[in-house]
């Protein structure tokens, strides 16, 4: 190899080098590795085949809307009527949990107002001057859905009612619900407040990243207890919590305008999915949403 040669290649290599140091295509970085994924439990495990869609038919629910989603990849199982935009109630509740811990500072005193308590028909009943940590109040939210709560959170956070109902629209946005719009905190009827089934889902499936908020929403019941010192046992409003020993989550709903709605969800077998079900009745919203439950996740981890 002659010496010129040797030479043009050396200037080549430097001008190479060069280019990346002021801007040119740098290497590339090795890919991350996935974080494993998590259960309820805390353990860390790989999920069998999660996506796979189970080989038996759907059970005939009443619900109007639903849809059951895996949580891990997200795959729709199941859908029935999963874009039609309706009222949900209070499980548009978890869009308002998922605003206050994007608020951060989640042990942040929130000073209760006389116009929190502007609401009907579920309340806490707090008493204006009292005060309370975000995180007991967002508790008691997921459990017990107080709408005065909902209230008080939404003005602690974001100032007014309207101002969190923005801050609500911009969550969803960011979460690619692409055919939801709220007005309010709690999920009282309003003029142009809606969501859908698949909506839902994704809301749900953002919350259920969350160990605190999948923590809150599993709960069955807990006393809490009032600045005065007096306590109130506060139950789920969640009754397939009780029936269904996998169960662990999320919201129920219910408005003359939404009928009865629950947004579920449920591990076994090292998979877990999202059930929601909108516009079901009395009757039926448990069953509902138990059956969706149970053909999900009633079947072996592998093979399946």
């Known amino acids: 190899m002659s010496r010129l040669f040797c030479v043009s290649l050396a200037a080549i290599a430097f001008t190479a080098a060069l ?8 290497p590339p970085r090795p890919t991350p590795r996935a974080e494993p994924y998590r259960p309820s439990g805390g353990a860390t495990q790989t999920p069998a085949r999660v996506a796979a869609i189970p080989p ?3 059970p005939k629910i009443a619900g109007e809307s639903a849809i059951v989603v895996d949580v891990v990849s997200g795959r729709v199982l199941y859908a029935k009527n999963a874009d039609i935009p309706r009222a949900v109630a ?30 009907e028909p579920t309340k806490l009943d707090l008493k204006a001057g009292e005060r ?51 007005r309010n905190p709690h999920g009282l009827t309003e003029p142009g407040q809606y969501s859908t089934a698949r909506d839902m889902a994704i809301a749900a499936r953002a919350a259920y990243r969350s160990p605190l908020l ?4 599993a709960t069955k019941s807990f006393t809490f207890r009032f600045n005065d010192g007096h306590t109130r046992q506060l139950e789920n409003t969640n009754k397939v919590l009780k029936t269904l020993p996998y169960c662990d989550g999320l919201k129920t709903g219910t408005t003359n305008a939404s009928g009865r709605c629950l947004v579920s969800s449920g591990s076994l ?5 999202i ?10 919203i448990w069953s509902d949403s138990t059956k969706l439950l149970r053909w999900a996740l009633e079947r072996p981890a592998t093979g399946a």
Do not use: H, W
Request: glycine share 8%.
């Open 90 to 119: 209070s499980t548009q509740k978890i869009i308002t949990a998922l605003c206050v811990l994007d608020a951060g500072n989640i042990d942040k005193a929130v000073t209760i107002e006389a116009s929190d308590g502007a609401c």
């Open 214 to 217: 999948r923590s809150y929403s």
């Open 56 to 58: 038996t038919p759907p």
């Open 275 to 284: 059930v929601v079900v909108l516009k079901s009745n009395t009757p039926n």
């Open 19 to 26: 280019v990346t140091s002021c801007g040119g295509n740098p």
């Open 269 to 273: 077998n090292g998979r877990s999915v």
């Open 132 to 182: 309370y940590a975000r995180r007991e109040l967002l508790k008691v939210l997921m459990v017990k859905s107080a709408n005065d709560v909902a209230r008080a959170l939404a003005r602690d956070v974001g100032g007014n009612q309207e101002s969190f109902a923005a801050l609500m629209n911009r969550k969803c946005s960011s979460l690619g619900m692409r055919n939801s719009s709220f």
